[in-house]
């Protein structure tokens, strides 16, 4: 079927047919609200300016007449309470967005089956001399097969200044006549369904149903026309809409609108000029110009939330606690929030780095790290600890050996010193050493710039500690220039370290036997070493009032100076500790030169000293070394000769043997052999042997 043409359009008769919604007018001086007023109607919040008027008595609890509302009861029993904005109904009031969502009753073109006629409803809403202006949001819709509705507004209170528009809907009817077939749920656009804006500014509207364009015909499929101004996002097309009563009973005849609401009709900046009735009195509030026409809106400040239409401390605007609110305003975990007027701060926790707001604070030093930094702070404080009871037990233990290598004895001594061990530990190393032996090792060391020699013994207790001391005691006490004098010792060590004076061209035994060693010895040398060497025993044999047994004479024990002087060294304290080493009983010493009677005996006398030293005096005119063996050795080949009454010039070194000193060296290996004879008591004393070589050693230079 064609549809009437529309070119002139009837729509000036509207006013006659409308039903005029009237709302009260707005007056003009704001009033104080007082906390007897009601903040709520039924579920809906009623906040300042607006508030609940329903008699006289209540005026000063919206900010004018404008904002009043009524709390009527409504529904078949009257139960359910709801605001009224005059006899509009309000579902809801934004403060902070200056809106609000209020119901319009949905106009109707219906064809009537009974009358054959189309049944008109169409609906008006006056919101003029109200602070309320149609939202922008608003889509004026129109449902129908077959309509075409016009929407009439106006401004404000100017009847002039009017607006005109309209919405055609149509069903495109496909070859089986079916108007249903071209329609899509959810798609608004002309189909059965169709949606315009509107102007800002609007306070007025009124449906008009076009009476050319009628459902009369398709009255079976689609017998109604439907018309409002809603909110479109509460909106979506159905098409049942079309077909049935759905649209209206979806929404129970009244669809919802928003509305953009404002104070006044001036801007902010001329509302503030005057004091009086400026509405935003908080603290903290700012005040925006509306969005939709004249008048303006408060807000709390950022940070802050509250009515800003109330002076009121408690219910203006207040901080907000954004750190109440972790939902809302973001503080990462790695964040320390703190909230502050207007605001909140989140800096990172210490050491973390990033923005926490932004969620990206990051532990700069992770877990990882902080375990290696534990664990190596852990270790390093085991290590400590463990440092001390060590340098603790180090300490008591050198304590112990102090005591027990008779350290209080002999701090009482004078002429010894006793060292710490710290003074001697640094010339204790393997590049210091200038001798070996069974005893131990010797050291060269420096001390107050005079070269020493230090003696450490295999460690070993030495448990005759006390007599460790005195021998330490008197051997101090020996001067003599013939012996190896003790400077001190150090008695913190398990085997105490004995310091001596440094003889600096080593032992008689290395200068005659070591071939690389170019020192060579003439007799007149040799005869020196032996007096001297006589004379240094003799005085320690002789000593009033304690005597002191060498035991173990031989070349590798006297010593020799830079003039050749020779000096004794060894006495009695190494014997001490080579004892406690060795375990061999009282017989110990180098076989070499053992005196066979003490080794028989076991006790060492003065004679075994003197025995040894024959066999000293041997070596030294013959160069031979003392090998003690059954057969050839360096003493045999002596007492052989010696039998045989022959003479012993082939037994002479060499470059001593000369012609002229023969006699001299025979009398020499005469006076040993008597040293050597097993007979004790055929044996000279350490003095007569001092005595003799030194008239021989005179007799030479005369
Ligand atoms: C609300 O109630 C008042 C009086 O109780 C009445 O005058 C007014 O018309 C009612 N409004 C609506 C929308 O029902
Ligand atoms: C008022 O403040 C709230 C919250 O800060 C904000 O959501 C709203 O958009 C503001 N209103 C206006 C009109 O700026
Ligand atoms: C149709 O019109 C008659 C008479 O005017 C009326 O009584 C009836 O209620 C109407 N029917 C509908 C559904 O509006
Ligand atoms: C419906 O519109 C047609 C014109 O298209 C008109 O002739 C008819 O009278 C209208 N029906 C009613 C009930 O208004
Ligand atoms: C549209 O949706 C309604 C239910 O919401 C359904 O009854 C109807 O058949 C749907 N129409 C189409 C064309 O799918
Ligand atoms: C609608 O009514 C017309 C006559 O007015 C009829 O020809 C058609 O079959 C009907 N369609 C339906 C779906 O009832
Ligand atoms: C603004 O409103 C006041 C009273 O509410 C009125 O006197 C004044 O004329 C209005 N001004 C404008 C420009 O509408």
Redesign the pocket.
Known sequence: MPFHKLAAVPVLVWLGVALATRLPRAGATPTPHSSQCKTKCGRVDIPYPFGIVDSPDDGHCAMHDGFALTCNKTGINGRRRRPFAGDVEVVHISLQRGKARMKATISSYCYNLTSRVMDTDPWSVDLKGTPYKFAGTNKFTVIGCQSLVYIVGEHGDDAQDQYMSGCVAMCWRGGNGDV?SA???GSCSGIGCCQTAIPKGLQYYQVLFEPGVNTTEIHNVSRCSYAVLMDSSDFTF???YVTSRAFINNYGGQAPFVVDWSIGNETCDAARKKHVSYACVSDNSECFNSQNGPGYICNCSKGFHGNPYLQHLERGCKDIDECKHPQRYRCSNGGVCRNRLGGYDCPCKSRWKGVAKAGTCIDHFPLAAKLAVGAIGGILLMSIISFLIILHKEKKKMKEFYKNNGGPLLEEATGIKIFKKGELKPFLKNSNIIGKGGFGKVYKGLLDNKEVAIKKPINGSVRENKQFANEVIIQSQVIHKNIVRLIGCCLEVEAPLLVYEFISQGSLHDILHNHNNKVALNLEARLNIAAQSADGLAYMHSKANIRILHGDVKPANILLDDNFVPKISDFGISRLLARDKEHTGSVIGDMNYMDPVYQREGLLTEKSDVYSFGVVILELISSRRAIHSENNSLLKSFLEYDKKKEKMTELFDKEIAITKDLELLDSLACMALKCLSLDVEQRPTMMEIAEQLLILSRSRKV
């Open positions: 249903r329609l899509r749920n159905s098409t049942t």
